[in-house]
């Protein structure tokens, strides 16, 4: 896991999943995370840590894309979990000229990688609060895109173990459905109380109406 949002959140490790956790802080920055997390937990560099995931989960400021280390994560699976905020996180050139739009980003950078866009709709306090077993009638789903159909088996495998169910949006392109400021970023957040709320639970009939709602 390049950026641990995420991972810090979910319980992965519970889940039966091995998980090796990295930033741009150093490991000594996430001994605490890691001993939360348990015997399966480690921490490494960028490097190691793409090297070692089977499925990289990349969760890092938009600014600091050209810090994910590509050839380690050549013929991967990577989950993009990225939300441009130029606001609170910087500007990028490359979006802001035009050329490539937000929600491409990643994979112009990672382009041996098979890129998956998932987990940039639930707010990261709210995925253990929003977590169900499979079947539970309240369990929310949350949208992934990506232009590689075996990568997004194996991403809606890894979120279904972390309780929740997938929708699939289609091609990476269609991403731009559950970009910031679309109906769908919205489905997961109380309006009376948004981020300091409890996450409400949104299933797949809710999800598929909002992200119709983009054209």
């Known amino acids: ?14 889940a039966g999943h091995d998980v090796v ?7 000594d920055s996430l001994r605490d995370l890691v001993a939360q997390l348990g015997s399966r937990a480690r921490a490494a560099t960028p490097a190691e840590a ?20 590509a050839e380690p994560l050549r013929g991967k699976v990577v ?7 130029p606001a609170r996180q910087g500007s990028v050139p ?3 000229s035009g050329d490539t739009p ?20 639930v707010y990261f306090k709210h995925l253990p ?19 590689d159909a075996a990568a997004k088996t194996v991403v809606a495998g890894l979120i279904d173990s972390l309780g929740y169910d997938t929708y699939d949006v289609g091609p990476l392109a269609e991403s731009r459905r559950f970009a910031p400021g679309t109906p769908a970023q919205l489905a997961y957040l109380d309006p009376d109380g948004m ?4 996450g409400r639970p949104a299933g797949v009939a809710e999800l598929a109406a909002l992200l119709d709602e983009v054209e």
């Open 195 to 198: 981020f300091t709320a409890l």
């Open 102 to 121: 937000p929600h491409l980003l990643l994979r112009t950078h990672l382009k041996e990688s098979s890129v998956v866009k998932a987990f940039r709709t």
């Open 94 to 96: 490359e979006i802001e």
């Open 129 to 147: 609060e929003l977590a169900r077993p499979t079947g539970a009638p309240d369990r929310s789903a949350v949208p992934i895109a990506g232009d």
């Open 79 to 85: 989950i993009d979990t990225l939300n441009y905020d």
């Open 1 to 14: 896991m390049l950026g641990f949002d995420v991972v810090g959140h979910v319980e992965q490790v519970g």
């Open 50 to 69: 793409a090297a070692a995931g089977d499925v990289v989960v990349v969760t890092i400021p938009v600014r600091a894309y050209r810090q994910v280390p």
């Open 21 to 27: 956790l990295s930033n741009d802080n150093g490991l």
